[in-house]
């Protein structure tokens, strides 16, 4: 019973947002980046509800909504931490960094940890690559990534 | 009287603790009862120097750098107010060498001005580019851009006049002005220091390039890598269409022009212009066939001009100045200037605006100073993911389109990516190799399947099995993928992996304690 209220809400909302973007030229993509900044995820019921207001299939929607990395199906952690794994990086030991980050945090590339601290994602290339190795928490960029700082980080989102 | 204290609020110094410093420096000024106003400037682009505090004095601003917050109350008893001396000091900032060996025509004012602030873009010579156009026929425009002899700053080349003509001579009732600022190769962030440091000269390269082809609207592709550059660049198009340089009637003139931004959603291929412009639609990015040309069917089958940050904007300067003036810089068919991205292993990392012509080896040797770790510096790529990796044997090839074409690389979007003698270049093939994979559209088989053959290629011949046989495929597969593929992403992927196996073969071989331990 809670379920289905959840949902109805979730449906309520995600209406309105479709509502709010749909006249624009384009509009498929601000929508998803809509719903996800609601949610925090894109809710896979939400899916149809687009497809149905924009006049186009369900296929299409689905074709676009996993085609783009940044788009998620369920909620990510409470906080995100985005390593760049591109060649800048690279060149600045963001390999090993990348991997420690791994180890810290005991979660591999795109999951979520258990306790659902932290979802760690690589990212290729946040335009920080005269201060690299570079990295986002939560949107706040990151430059010259160390294990010092890495180690801060692994218990800040556990706190 | 009142002190002026710029602290950049672009993404890099921010990465480096730029906030933290503005906050002490606030908290420290507010305690002490100052008379200061805090500019919150785009980055000047020495980054090694971030964050990077200036004042201004009577001789000129005067820069200190890199600043912690732990530094601010050392700075104000030194007198940072008059520019006093302290340990962190660096003198006028026009005169650190970095900075005076430069030739800023597309970045002059950034990290100069107040991103935000339209009175100062004015009063840095901001808008005269726009304002002459307004006085010109669309034709004249488009010549005196092509006359420039700009081109296309992206990575292709193509000459930037002669798109603009092909969209001005296609009759259509809408028309498009498209900005590709899907900045995605590593190694590169020029677009993001323009739309953070000097949004307003995006906005009137774009309102220029609409007068030019008749066309009345406008979108900024970004990336959502770019949080800060998105949020400046939306504040700069909401001061823009307030003061009417954006609108219906743009500066007081009939011409319209609207500007929107519209952000990727984590797709490295959107920033091929055709994927781009699907995305754009609301569709996957998946790569069109050319023909048609966008400048034909582009935007909703409607002509239109897709340009980088970086071509666009360099036109207000060709409008203001001429596009003699520009033309006059450079070498060869690559006229102008460049800003060039020092990135990845290196001591003074940074953008570097200037004509083309400067060598490779004065880039990294000299202006960068070498690699960060201070270990000789074994290769460097050249135009992000899909550019070669240049040897130091290499080193005396000037910035020039043709020139890097003749030693089968790219100048791409002019980042510059230096790796130390630590590296294994076997691993940045297959990482080439991998990204493609990742990345591709799918659309175009040697893409598609030729990334992925190509990964496992690279492992057998980590694992020492026939690597001879091996390295003949993926010779063979890369001039498939070259030729065959449909777009850039399969096409010069070769590049770095050819490069790698070209110029550092030993990296392909098996090492003797390799093989001994199988």
Same mark, same amino acid.
């Given at each position: 019973?809670?379920?289905?209220?959840?949902?109805?809400?979730?449906?309520?909302?995600?209406?309105?947002?479709?509502?709010?973007?749909?006249?624009?030229?384009?509009?498929?993509?601000?929508?998803?980046?809509?719903?996800?900044?609601?949610?925090?995820?894109?809710?896979?019921?939400?899916?149809?509800?687009?497809?149905?207001?924009?006049?186009?299939?369900?296929?299409?929607?689905?074709?676009?909504?996993?085609?783009?990395?940044?788009?998620?199906?369920?909620?990510?952690?409470?906080?995100?931490?985005?390593?760049?794994?591109?060649?800048?990086?690279?060149?600045?030991?963001?390999?090993?960094?990348?991997?420690?980050?791994?180890?810290?945090?005991?979660?591999?590339?795109?999951?979520?940890?258990?306790?659902?601290?932290?979802?760690?994602?690589?990212?290729?290339?946040?335009?920080?690559?005269?201060?690299?190795?570079?990295?986002?928490?939560?949107?706040?960029?990151?430059?010259?990534?160390?294990?010092?700082?890495?180690?801060?980080?692994?218990?800040?989102?556990?706190? | 009287?009142?002190?002026?204290?710029?602290?950049?609020?672009?993404?890099?110094?921010?990465?480096?603790?730029?906030?933290?410093?503005?906050?002490?420096?606030?908290?420290?000024?507010?305690?002490?009862?100052?008379?200061?106003?805090?500019?919150?400037?785009?980055?000047?682009?020495?980054?090694?120097?971030?964050?990077?505090?200036?004042?201004?004095?009577?001789?000129?601003?005067?820069?200190?750098?890199?600043?912690?917050?732990?530094?601010?109350?050392?700075?104000?008893?030194?007198?940072?107010?008059?520019?006093?001396?302290?340990?962190?000091?660096?003198?006028?900032?026009?005169?650190?060498?970095?900075?005076?060996?430069?030739?800023?025509?597309?970045?002059?004012?950034?990290?100069?001005?107040?991103?935000?602030?339209?009175?100062?873009?004015?009063?840095?010579?901001?808008?005269?580019?726009?304002?002459?156009?307004?006085?010109?026929?669309?034709?004249?425009?488009?010549?005196?851009?092509?006359?420039?002899?700009?081109?296309?700053?992206?990575?292709?080349?193509?000459?930037?006049?002669?798109?603009?003509?092909?969209?001005?001579?296609?009759?259509?009732?809408?028309?498009?002005?498209?900005?590709?600022?899907?900045?995605?190769?590593?190694?590169?962030?020029?677009?993001?220091?323009?739309?953070?440091?000097?949004?307003?000269?995006?906005?009137?390269?774009?309102?220029?390039?609409?007068?030019?082809?008749?066309?009345?609207?406008?979108?900024?592709?970004?990336?959502?890598?770019?949080?800060?550059?998105?949020?400046?660049?939306?504040?700069?198009?909401?001061?823009?269409?307030?003061?009417?340089?954006?609108?219906? @009637? =743009?500066? +007081?003139? *009939?011409?319209?022009?609207?500007?929107?931004? /519209?952000? $990727? %959603?984590?797709?490295?291929?959107? #920033?091929?212009?055709?994927?781009?412009?699907?995305?754009?639609?609301?569709?996957?990015?998946?790569?069109?066939?050319?023909?048609?040309?966008?400048?034909?069917?582009?935007?909703?089958?409607?002509?239109?001009?897709?340009? @980088? =940050?970086? +071509?666009? *904007?360099?036109?207000?300067?060709?409008?203001? /100045?001429? $596009? %003699?003036?520009?033309?006059?810089? #450079?070498?060869?068919?690559?006229?102008?200037?460049?800003?060039?991205?020092?990135?990845?292993?290196?001591?003074?990392?940074?953008?570097?605006?200037?004509?083309?012509?400067?060598?490779?080896?004065?880039?990294?040797?000299?202006?960068?100073?070498?690699? *960060?770790?201070?270990?000789?510096?074994?290769?460097?790529?050249?135009?992000?993911?899909?550019?070669?990796?240049?040897?130091?044997?290499?080193?005396?090839?000037?910035?020039?389109?043709?020139?890097?074409?003749?030693?089968?690389?790219?100048?791409?979007?002019?980042?510059?990516?230096?790796?130390?003698?630590?590296?294994?270049?076997?691993?940045?093939?297959?990482?080439?190799?991998?990204?493609?994979?990742?990345?591709?559209?799918?659309?175009?088989?040697?893409?598609?399947?030729?990334?992925?053959?190509?990964?496992?290629?690279?492992?057998?011949?980590?694992?020492?099995?026939?690597?001879?046989?091996?390295?003949?495929?993926?010779?063979?597969?890369?001039?498939?993928?070259?030729?065959?593929?449909?777009?850039?992403?399969?096409?010069?992927?070769?590049?770095?992996?050819?490069?790698?196996?070209?110029?550092?073969?030993?990296?392909?071989?098996?090492?003797?304690?390799?093989?001994?331990?199988?």
């Amino acid at each position: 019973m809670e379920m289905q209220t959840a949902s109805t809400d979730i449906a309520a909302r995600a209406i309105e947002i479709i509502d709010q973007l749909k006249s624009a030229e384009g509009p498929l993509l601000p929508i998803l980046h809509g719903l996800q900044e609601e949610f925090g995820y894109v809710p896979p019921e939400t899916l149809p509800l687009v497809a149905n207001a924009l006049n186009i299939s369900r296929a299409e929607v689905h074709g676009v909504f996993t085609f783009y990395h940044d788009y998620r199906d369920h909620p990510a952690g409470r906080h995100v931490l985005k390593i760049c794994r591109a060649e800048a990086c690279q060149s600045m030991g963001g390999d090993r960094l990348a991997e420690r980050a791994s180890e810290l945090l005991g979660v591999n590339w795109h999951e979520t940890s258990a306790d659902g601290a932290v979802t760690l994602e690589p990212v290729y290339c946040l335009g920080l690559c005269a201060c690299a190795p570079a990295a986002m928490l939560d949107g706040e960029v990151i430059g010259r990534l160390d294990d010092e700082q890495l180690q801060e980080i692994a218990t800040e989102v556990r706190l | 009287m009142t002190a002026t204290i710029y602290i950049p609020r672009d993404s890099g110094a921010l990465a480096l603790g730029a906030e933290k410093v503005a906050k002490a420096l606030e908290k420290e000024i507010a305690a002490r009862g100052l008379d200061v106003k805090i500019v919150r400037n785009g980055s000047r682009g020495l980054y090694w120097l971030e964050p990077m505090v200036e004042v201004e004095t009577g001789e000129g601003r005067v820069a200190y750098g890199p600043v912690k917050p732990s530094d601010v109350a050392s700075l104000l008893d030194a007198g940072l107010l008059q520019g006093g001396a302290h340990r962190l000091s660096l003198g006028l900032t026009e005169e650190i060498p970095f900075l005076a060996r430069q030739t800023r025509l597309t970045f002059a004012r950034c990290g100069i001005t107040d991103p935000l602030s339209l009175e100062d873009y004015r009063a840095h010579g901001g808008l005269k580019g726009l304002e002459n156009a307004l006085k010109l026929e669309p034709a004249q425009i488009v010549a005196e851009v092509t006359e420039s002899g700009l081109r296309g700053r992206g990575g292709a080349g193509f000459p930037t006049g002669i798109k603009w003509k092909t969209v001005l001579d296609t009759a259509s009732p809408q028309k498009y002005i498209v900005c590709n600022a899907d900045e995605g190769d590593s190694g590169t962030f020029a677009d993001r220091m323009i739309m953070e440091g000097d949004p307003f000269v995006l906005i009137e390269g774009m309102v220029i390039a609409g007068i030019a082809t008749g066309a009345t609207k406008g979108y900024i592709y970004t990336r959502s890598e770019y949080p800060h550059a998105i949020a400046i660049m939306n504040e700069a198009i909401a001061i823009a269409e307030k003061a009417g340089v954006l609108g219906t @009637n =743009v500066m +007081s003139s *009939a011409h319209a022009f609207d500007l929107e931004v /519209r952000v $990727g %959603a984590g797709a490295y291929v959107c #920033g091929e212009e055709t994927a781009l412009l699907e995305s754009l639609e609301g569709r996957r990015g998946i790569v069109r066939a050319k023909p048609p040309l966008p400048a034909h069917k582009g935007l909703f089958g409607k002509p239109t001009v897709i340009n @980088n =940050v970086i +071509s666009l *904007a360099s036109v207000p300067i060709i409008m203001d /100045r001429g $596009g %003699a003036f520009y033309r006059d810089f #450079g070498m060869g068919r690559s006229r102008g200037t460049i800003p060039i991205q020092i990135a990845g292993n290196v001591r003074h990392g940074g953008l570097f605006e200037t004509a083309f012509g400067v060598t490779l080896g004065e880039l990294v040797e000299e202006i960068g100073g070498g690699t *960060a770790t201070g270990r000789p510096v074994r290769a460097v790529q050249v135009g992000g993911p899909l550019g070669a990796y240049f040897p130091p044997a290499l080193f005396d090839t000037p910035f020039d389109y043709e020139a890097f074409a003749a030693k089968d690389g790219l100048i791409g979007h002019a980042g510059i990516v230096v790796f130390d003698d630590t590296v294994d270049m076997l691993k940045q093939a297959r990482f080439a190799m991998e990204f493609c994979a990742v990345e591709s559209c799918g659309k175009c088989t040697p893409c598609r399947i030729g990334s992925t053959r190509g990964v496992e290629l690279a492992d057998r011949i980590a694992a020492g099995i026939e690597p001879e046989k091996q390295i003949t495929v993926l010779a063979d597969l890369c001039n498939t993928m070259k030729f065959g593929s449909l777009c850039a992403l399969g096409g010069f992927t070769p590049y770095p992996v050819m490069s790698a196996l070209n110029h550092f073969p030993e990296d392909f071989r098996p090492a003797p304690v390799r093989e001994a331990a199988e």
